[in-house]
């Protein structure tokens, strides 16, 4: 099916990226962590770059944001390829 595929996600830029998106939506970390029943702790690591969100978290801030998971996960070397090598509709 896939020859190989690798990503270098850059945790630094999806940290932000969550950062920019929660800003934009007005939501606070508190009322983050509380839809996604985790820890405000959680969140701030995801904000610092420290570790990403789990798929299925990820998935839910894609709906919270009306965004596409691929335009949350920030990658180093960014190309116009999609990060994942299929479509998910939402």
């Excluded at 709906?63 to 116009?80: A, C, H, N, V």
Aim: glycine share 4%.
């Amino acid at each position: 099916m896939f020859d190989s595929y690798s990503v270098r996600i850059d945790l630094p830029a999806t940290g932000n990226k969550i950062k920019e998106l929660r800003y934009a939506r007005n939501y606070t970390v508190s009322q983050l962590a509380e839809i996604l029943h985790s820890s405000e702790n959680t969140i701030f690591k995801w904000q610092r770059g420290e570790c990403l969100p789990t798929l299925d978290n990820l998935l839910v801030l894609s709906m919270i944001f009306e965004t596409p998971m691929d335009d949350i996960i920030q990658r180093e070397g960014r190309g116009d390829e999609p990060l994942l090598p299929f479509c998910l509709k939402l």
